[in-house]
């Protein structure tokens, strides 16, 4: 026995538009566990790559969706995380370097019973997929995107990579890359996403909460996983693992509560009025009223923007959680509705809409 699961109505004016909710992806009623979703293949990453901590997080995490499993798509492009359909037991696509944002939104826009996953790297998405991906993005179209950043091209052996730091001395930049990176959640943030977050491979129980996030949310959304590569570019987020600096480097945001980190507390973020940003102040001197109050449902970009930019390539104060989730009209209903208003008028008039407009006047027949 299955039934389907309904998204809501899309409200705050946009039903006006008479946009309805399409998105019906079947559900079983049969209790599903980790191993149900893990595939046959033999997993092939370097031993003690991040990888298999995201695969075993994903793995755990699918059966609390409920879905079907032929019902849940990964597509991936190229690169070491873009292996993950092998080792899922689900439907997925190892597809072209790059383009896997643009093979999942023709499967997403086409098929409304599907739950489809992107799987992407810093290279593969950033590089030579980055204009897929940010019109991803801004089209909001219903996908789940996990790009994992190592700052490295790992599979090719060890190159910089468009998250690399300057500086960066590898096989390809001998004398330190001058290339200034990609700040990925901000990239996504300028591309007007509606979802974009930021977790790290070793915290399962973080990156699982992320994870059951983005998968309830109707659109596009990002999810960067700070990943380690243990070959290529080992340690690259120490800082933000070691117990000894974690508390100091790491900030996380939770909706609803005050930003703020450190030893006991002792560090918060707050508006800085020289520069209309934010900025890390400690809490003694400002206190706790100053402290900005995290809101991920803040529909103008700029604050969660602000907050993207608060670590640099050193990972200072850096956060991790929701930055932003706000509801927008997917591109896969506006494409349906305006499919369908097109269609019925034709259906009414072969004169018009979308019959009349394939065979206007300029029409042949090739034989």
Not at 203 to 211: A, E
Request: net charge negative.
């Amino acid at each position: 026995m299955t039934d389907t699961v309904e998204t809501p109505g899309i409200t705050g004016g946009v039903a006006d538009l008479g946009i309805p909710a399409l998105r019906h992806v079947p559900k079983t009623d049969e209790p599903q566990k980790t191993a149900d979703f893990k595939s046959d293949q033999e997993v092939r990453w370097c031993p003690g790559c991040g990888d298999y901590a995201i695969l075993a997080a994903v793995q755990g995490f699918l059966p609390q969706l409920g879905l079907k499993r032929e019902n849940i798509v990964f597509v991936s492009g190229i690169g070491c995380s873009s292996r993950f359909p092998y080792y899922l037991n689900t439907y997925g696509m190892h597809s072209i370097h790059g383009r896997a944002p643009a093979i999942a939104t023709g499967l997403s826009a086409s098929r409304p019973d599907l739950s489809v996953w992107v799987v992407t790297g810093d290279g593969d998405a950033l590089s030579i997929g980055g204009n897929h991906l940010i019109h991803a993005l801004r089209r909001n179209v219903n996908l789940k995107i996990l790009l994992f950043n190592n700052r490295i091209y790992g599979l090719t052996k060890g190159q910089y990579s468009p998250t690399s730091e300057v500086g960066k001395i590898t096989k390809s930049t001998p004398m330190g890359s001058l290339d200034y990176p990609f700040n990925p959640v901000s990239l996504a943030l300028g591309a007007e996403a509606t979802f974009v977050a930021r977790t790290i491979d070793s915290d399962r129980k973080h990156l699982t909460s992320v994870l059951r996030a983005a998968a309830e949310h109707e659109g596009t959304a990002l999810v960067e996983i700070y990943q380690n590569c243990n070959i290529f570019n080992d340690g690259a987020f120490d800082v933000l693992k070691d117990p000894s600096t974690r508390d100091d480097w790491l900030l996380r945001m939770e909706h609803g509560q005050p930003l703020r980190f450190g030893s006991e507390g002792s560090r918060g973020v707050v508006r800085d009025p020289s520069t209309g940003g934010l900025r890390v102040a400690d809490v003694a001197e400002v206190g706790t009223d100053a402290l900005v109050v995290h809101d991920a449902h803040t529909d103008d970009p700029s604050y969660a923007f602000a907050l993207s930019r608060l670590s640099g390539q050193d990972l200072a104060y850096t956060p991790i959680g929701v930055f932003r989730s706000v509801e927008r009209p997917t591109y896969d209903e506006l494409m349906t509705n305006q499919v369908e208003t097109a269609q019925g008028a034709s259906d009414a008039d072969s004169a018009t809409g979308l019959t009349a407009l394939l065979r206007g006047n300029d029409t042949w027949t090739v034989v």
